[in-house]
Each structure stands twice: as structure tokens, then as C-alpha cells.
């Protein structure tokens, strides 16, 4: 009997060793095989992030034309109504102030889209227009704004028109088209102010 619980013992010490012996390598194996899909899993959710829009020159060119203008006619509304002796003055600037806010928050939000920083000053020769025509007053005030908007809105147009049969950019080319019945108005009533005409009618 003693001989047979001593074969007995060294087999159950046999087993126990045997059984334990794989663990660490179970151990190793698991702790292996999480660290690459970890170190994977970050890099498909990078890419998404790039911006696919591509734009012209031109085009980014037409947006920082856009911002500069819509924000001198906004001023120079507001100004209009405050200062302008003339009723058909003071209806062109407030019509002319609405409108070009209303276009500057469709073209933030284009450029928001777009990934385009658009401009947040007027350049020297716009901030000149601004001092130059806060200065006067009266008749003096009435017959210079009139003059400006009339150069301003005859170029508006024209880049306007421009970019909308030119742009490649979907977007661009329809910012640039829909309110372009908007700025020929006012370039007509402007002319027909300008010109005395009375009671021009303003929208």
C-alpha cells in the first residue's frame, strides 16, 4: 500500500504541475492579441476629417470680395438711414442694410461649409469711403452716398454675375446667381436717386 500511494501522489503531482505549466502561456496569448486592434482601431476615424472641397483661386477671391462688400453696404446703410436728409436716401440705405445682412449670413454660412475664412475688416479704401461720408451731413451726405452706390452696386453686379457663370463650385455658383435680381434693383433705384428722379421707389 505504501508504494502504491506513493505512485499515486507523485502522478496527482504530476497533473498539477502539467496543469499549471500552460497558464502563463494562455495568459500571454490573451494579453497578446489586444494590443494590435487597439493600436488599429484609431486610424479609420482620421480620415473623415479632410476636407474634399477644392477651390479656385478665383473663387475664394470672390467670397473675400463678397464679405468686405456686403459688410461696407451694411455700414453704409445703417448710416444712410441715421444721416440722410432725402426719405428715398433713408428707404435705398435701410432696404440696402437688410439685404446685405441677409446675404452676409448665407455667405457665413457658405464658408462654413466650405472650410473658407472670410475676411473680418474692410480694406483701407472701403474703411476711407466710411470716414469720408460720416463726416457730412444733409444734401452734401445724400449726394455722395448716392454717388458711391451707384459705383459699388455697378461693380457688384458684375462680379456677381461673373462668379455665377463662371465658378466651378456648385455652391458658389448659386450664392452668386440668387440674389443678383436683388442687386440690379438696387443698382436701378440708386441710378434713378441719383439722377433725381422723384420718388424713386426703394424694396
Do not use: W
Request: net charge neutral.
Amino acid at each position: 500500500r505504501g508504494i502504491t500511494t506513493f505512485i499515486l501522489t507523485l502522478g496527482f503531482t504530476a497533473l498539477i504541475f502539467t496543469a499549471c505549466e500552460p497558464r502563463p502561456e494562455r495568459e500571454r496569448v490573451g494579453g497578446a492579441t489586444p494590443s494590435p486592434t487597439l493600436g488599429i482601431t484609431p486610424s479609420p476615424t482620421a480620415s473623415p476629417t479632410v476636407s474634399p472641397v477644392a477651390l479656385t483661386t478665383t473663387e475664394k477671391e470672390f467670397m473675400a470680395y463678397a464679405r468686405r462688400e456686403g459688410m461696407l453696404e451694411v455700414q453704409l446703410g445703417n448710416m444712410a438711414v441715421q444721416k440722410a436728409s432725402s426719405n428715398d436716401v433713408k428707404q435705398l440705405g435701410e432696404s440696402l442694410s437688410t439685404a446685405h445682412s441677409q446675404l452676409g449670413q448665407k455667405l457665413q454660412q457658405l464658408a462654413s461649409d466650405l472650410n473658407v475664412t472670410l475676411p473680418q475688416d474692410l480694406k483701407p479704401e472701403q474703411q476711407n469711403v466710411v470716414s469720408r461720408l460720416e463726416k457730412l451731413s444733409g444734401k452734401a451726405f445724400d449726394r455722395e452716398f448716392m454717388k458711391e452706390m451707384v459705383s459699388d452696386h455697378t461693380k457688384d453686379v458684375s462680379e456677381f454675375e461673373r462668379a455665377a457663370s463662371q465658378a466651378t463650385n456648385a455652391d458658389i455658383k448659386q450664392f452668386a446667381s440668387e440674389p443678383l435680381p436683388t442687386l440690379r434693383d438696387h443698382l436701378k433705384m440708386a441710378r434713378e436717386i441719383a439722377a433725381g428722379k422723384p420718388g424713386a421707389k426703394t424694396q
